[in-house]
């Protein structure tokens, strides 16, 4: 079945470590995204890539960093220099980059500080 | 600046009520508003995708409507089950600002927790 894959689905950090949070997608999807959820609030988006090889800082990309070396890979490496990285982790993608089609989210990885 | 409003925050029905969740958005510049449903601990699942030039979209029990000049969505549930009970999000897709390269921000609201009583 085609879907979107995020592991791992839980993830602990000490303090000063970069993690990286896997993405893999097998529904030939050129767009992918990375969310941050945090209790209360909507989703905020961190970074993005329409494109093998390109991506673009979201809201709040501030300590975060991503590549995107293959189309159905994007993962999203949380460094040290984000403060507060304790959230819910959503990875989606859509087909393409025209605005009619919708996007679709993986079941997410859950990040907390030792 | 694109604001998504949910209201209530949450709602408990007993079973069987036919139930309406409210979206409200500020900017009516958008591409499309799309209905997702998140489980605990769990991704979005994706509900229904209303264009900017439809009225309404129907999947199901499900019937969402779209009133883009009035900033208004509202996602409709007949006859619900306890196995509805879940977060519903809104989200739109809103038109990019001249010389932007992303092609429709997703913006969201902060959901609706359902709960439906056996």
């Known amino acids: 079945d085609g879907g979107i894959t995020q592991s791992p689905k839980y993830l602990f950090r000490k303090e000063g470590q970069n993690v990286t949070l896997s993405c893999e997608q097998n529904?030939?999807?050129?767009?992918m995204y990375w969310y941050r959820q945090d209790p209360g609030q909507g989703l905020r988006l961190i970074y993005y890539?329409?494109?093998?090889?390109?991506?673009q800082k979201g809201d709040i990309a501030e300590g975060y960093s991503v590549s995107r070396e293959k189309k159905e890979s994007f993962p999203l490496t949380v460094t040290s220099a984000q403060k507060n990285p304790t959230a819910f982790y959503l990875c989606?993608?859509?087909?393409?980059?025209?605005?009619?089609?919708?996007?679709?989210f993986g079941d997410g990885t859950r990040l907390s500080i030792l | 600046k694109q604001e998504v409003t949910q209201i209530p925050a949450a709602l408990s029905v007993p079973e069987g009520e036919n139930l309406v969740l409210n979206c409200s958005f500020t900017d009516s510049a958008i591409y499309n508003l799309q209905w997702f449903r998140q489980d605990p601990g769990k991704g979005l699942t994706s509900l229904l995708l209303?264009?900017?030039?439809?009225r309404e979209q129907t999947s199901g029990r499900l019937n969402a409507s779209l009133d883009k000049s009035s900033g208004r969505s509202t996602l409709y549930i007949a006859a619900s089950q306890p196995g509805d009970s879940a977060t519903y999000l809104c989200a739109v897709r809103k038109v990019p600002s001249p010389g932007s390269s992303n092609t429709g921000k997703l913006i969201f609201g902060q959901g609706t927790t359902l709960q439906v009583k056996p």
């Open positions: 209303i264009q900017s030039s439809q």
């Open positions: 989606a993608s859509r087909r393409g980059a025209a605005p009619n089609q919708p996007q679709h």
């Open positions: 890539s329409q494109i093998v090889n390109d991506f």
């Open positions: 529904l030939n999807h050129d767009a």
